[in-house]
């Protein structure tokens, strides 16, 4: 069983040293959906939204938000990211209309990225919420999830099926 690295042997919050580590590339992809009603995916597909492209500014807070992980998690370093994309994808099922936001973040240094693609697809997820609530104030911010982390050291690199996550958001 793992231990808890971040707790002073008496209990206490502490930054772990991280200084002896080899810097390694490190990447992770994660995912977050967000299902809308009809009229917003007829807006946005056709191009009829006030707030305008409201992909291109939720990608741009995306990466804004995952450059600056560090300023929002205690006790986690500050890690240089060499990449940050953000990906959208439409889900249409079953008169379902999901977005389905993916973010990888890629780094060479000496700790994984995971917690950046996380918050980064949280505040794309945000940031299409904020810029839809006009229109519809019931979108679903649904699952969040890490799909795949490879890299790391002192844990076997990880992948999910974006699939099997996907269809059971509906």
């Given amino acids: 069983m793992g231990v808890f690295t971040h707790l002073h042997k008496e209990g206490r919050d ?22 809308v009603n009809k009229d917003i995916y007829d807006q946005i597909v056709s191009s009829r939204n006030k707030q305008g492209n409201i992909f291109s500014v939720a990608k741009a ?37 999901v977005i389905h936001c993916t973010a990888t973040v ?3 240094d000496s700790q994984r990225v995971e917690l950046e693609a996380l918050t980064a697809v949280s505040t794309v997820a945000l940031t299409v919420y904020n810029h839809l609530k006009t229109v519809d104030k019931g979108i679903f911010i649904g699952s969040t999830m890490l799909l795949n982390a490879t890299g790391g050291s002192s844990s076997p690199d990880n992948y999910r099926q974006i699939d099997q996550y996907c269809s059971k958001i509906k």
Avoid: E
């Fill in 106 to 108: 890629m780094g060479k």
């Fill in 14 to 35: 502490i930054l772990i040293d991280v200084s002896y580590r080899q810097g390694i590339v490190q990447t992770a992809t994660a995912l977050c959906s967000i299902k």
């Fill in 61 to 97: 807070a995306g990466v804004m938000a995952c450059k600056n992980t560090s300023s929002k998690i205690p006790m986690y370093h500050l890690n240089p990211k060499h990449s940050v994309n953000v990906f959208f994808k439409w889900d249409l099922r079953d008169d379902s209309y």
